[in-house]
């Protein structure tokens, strides 16, 4: 298999060391980011392109729109699934970038959930990030794209952390 060792790609992101490089399959790696809006998913998009070049495919697809927009071919060659932690039902909040994580990862799919909480110190799961995390978002995707590790007993261990809010809130019940 070849690799392409590029630390070039990373100098322009701000928090990301120069001399770091990462392996990327010469052939093109597949991202795509679910989330309750796509607004952090072309935040993403641009972070991820912008920092790790061209041989990314990155696709931000909202949680509503998934079931139209994921397609069994997509799910196939994605690499990595970024999976915003909260959706937003009418009736609360639901952690479903576990709930959606537990389904990929048992799959064999490589997952990383995001959120805009500063759980890190009580939450430390591969497979998680957040704000208080001691590493940039753009390190902790190279890492998960670099790692050789099981992702369902990463995202099973964060569902014991966090799983009290997988309940779907009861107003979105029919």
């Known amino acids: 298999m070849n690799w392409l060792l590029n630390s070039d790609l990373l100098y322009v992101f701000k928090g990301i060391n120069h001399t770091e490089s990462i392996a990327i399959h010469m052939k093109m790696t597949v991202v795509v980011f679910l989330g309750n809006s796509s ?4 935040s993403c998009k641009r972070l991820v392109k912008n920092t ?5 495919d990155f696709f931000h697809i909202t949680y509503q729109q998934a079931c139209s927009h994921l397609s069994d071919e997509l799910l ?21 970038g576990i709930a959606l994580g537990e ?12 959120s805009p909480l500063s759980l890190k110190e009580h939450v430390d799961n591969p497979c998680y990030w957040d704000v208080a995390s ?6 902790k995707i190279v890492s998960i794209l670099n790692s050789a590790t099981e992702p369902k007993s990463q995202i099973t261990r964060l569902r014991d ?4 809010l997988l309940e ?3 107003q979105h019940h029919r």
């Open 134 to 139: 001691n590493i940039n978002l753009t390190q």
């Open 39 to 42: 607004s952090l998913g072309k």
């Open 52 to 56: 790790l070049g061209i041989n990314i």
């Open 103 to 114: 389904k990929l990862a048992s799959k064999g799919k490589k997952v990383l959930v995001i």
């Open 161 to 164: 952390q966090l799983g009290h």
């Open 168 to 170: 779907i809130p009861r």
């Open 76 to 96: 196939a060659d994605a690499n990595l699934f970024i999976l915003e932690l909260f959706r937003n039902y009418t009736g609360g909040l639901r952690v479903e």
